[in-house]
């Protein structure tokens, strides 16, 4: 597979590199600690572009590939997975989600203010007690004839706070199984909705995740994305191409974290040389860019079976599945090649240990991911 990557790629990620660079690195650690993200460099992110990449620019957004979206999300993640998360939920779960299946009414209502960046959104599927198995769905969307009420509880939700439009996945007919869910467009402020406490995280400290609480919350039935029982599958199929940025972020990751390590084993010195002429460390550092290389050729192809009109379920959950487990041993690597000095924040490698866990985790967990992968490949 050839993965040149066009003029105008080269660019985005080029312009994502050097956002990086100048704007998300300085303040990392004191963001990390102080669990805040400012909303200064949204706005700056979505003046890039960086947050309706794929959403077509007659809705607000760039109009550009998944190819360009990945390229953007590894480079962001390079250095701060706190923002690049911001950004994966918002293109890949709610902006793409409403692109694919939204009436033109809500399009130009929600779509074109999330892809512009105006607004940001939160996509609400997890609950206290339906994580992996999501059919069970314990919040109520109930049918009032023009409009639902809403019920529930949903957990763990990425820009829980800052979202101002939140795709909700309820249950409106318990009988019909995971054909009688809906997904729901609820905006903040509306009657009865009360935004939980913070999630105290172990990693992506800048990004606010929250519970979210639905008590009696009436929603127009024009807020409902697709067929009545269309939730479930809606979700599914958003999930997909979610886990293809995930991926992106983990890649984003483990690149960061080797590039750090190559940097410091060629500064430090031991035993009376650089640390990178020990094969100990040499050994790792070939063991982790060979790891990352596999793991981008997987993500990259996900991006292109989705560019491509094809299937990319398996691919993404494939790419999704390796890329975080390169990210997670790559930063633990990473710190131990960094010694001491990886247990200190300013180094940032425990930072991004720290937030490689959560891509095994989030969007379907690992054993989630060897799921959906067995499941294809054994169907035939
Ligand atoms: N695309 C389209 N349809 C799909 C699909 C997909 N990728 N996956 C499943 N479906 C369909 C099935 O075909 C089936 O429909 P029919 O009955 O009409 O054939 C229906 O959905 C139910 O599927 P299953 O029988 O396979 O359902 P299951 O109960 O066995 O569970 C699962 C499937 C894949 C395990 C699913 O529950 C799952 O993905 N769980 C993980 C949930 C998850 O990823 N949560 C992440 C939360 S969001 C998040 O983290 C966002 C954030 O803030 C960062």
């Known amino acids: 597979m050839d993965f040149s990557l066009s003029e105008e790629q080269l660019m985005i990620q080029q312009a994502a590199k050097d956002f990086a660079q100048n704007e998300l690195l300085p303040g990392i650690v004191e963001r990390d600690d102080a669990q805040k993200f400012p909303w200064e460099l949204v706005e700056k992110m979505a003046g890039l572009g960086f947050m309706g990449m794929m959403v077509d620019e007659k809705y607000g957004g760039s109009g550009l590939d998944t190819l360009s979206y990945v390229l953007a999300m590894e480079e962001l993640s390079k250095v701060d997975a706190s923002a690049s998360v911001m950004v994966s939920v918002n293109n890949s779960l709610v902006c793409w989600g409403l692109d694919a299946f939204g009436t033109e009414a809500q399009k130009e209502k929600y779509l074109t203010r999330l892809a512009s960046g105006e607004v940001i959104g939160a996509f609400c599927l997890s609950e206290p007690e339906a994580g992996s198995d999501a059919t069970s769905q314990k919040t109520t969307a109930i049918d009032k004839g023009d409009h639902y009420i809403l019920n529930g509880t949903k957990n763990w939700i990425t820009n829980g706070s800052s979202a101002e439009i939140y795709l909700v996945i309820a249950q409106t007919d318990t009988e019909k199984g995971h054909r009688g869910i809906n997904a729901l467009i609820v905006e903040k402020g509306m009657d009865g909705f009360e935004i939980g406490p913070k999630e105290n995280k172990l990693g992506i400290r800048g ?62 010195k031991a035993f009376g040389t650089e640390i990178a002429n020990h094969q100990a460390i040499a050994f790792k550092l070939a063991d982790m860019h060979t790891k990352i290389q596999a793991a981008r050729y997987l993500v990259y192809q996900a991006a292109c079976d989705k560019d491509a009109g094809k299937d990319y379920s398996l691919s993404g959950a494939m790419a999704k599945l390796y890329a975080s487990e390169v990210a997670m041993e790559t930063a633990v690597e990473a710190v131990q090649i960094h010694g001491g000095n990886g247990f200190v924040k300013e180094y940032h490698v425990e930072r991004l240990m720290r937030d490689a866990k959560i891509t095994q985790i989030y969007e379907g967990t690992s054993e989630i991911q060897k799921m959906v992968i067995s499941r294809s490949i054994l169907k035939d």
């Open 207 to 268: 990004s606010d995740t929250h519970s979210l609480i639905f008590n009696d919350v009436k929603i127009p039935k024009e807020n409902r994305i697709g067929e009545d029982g269309f939730g479930f599958k809606f979700a599914m199929k958003t999930l997909s191409g979610g886990r293809i940025g995930i991926a992106a972020q983990a890649l984003g990751i483990a690149a960061g974290a080797y590039e750090l390590s190559k940097k410091y084993a060629k500064e430090r």
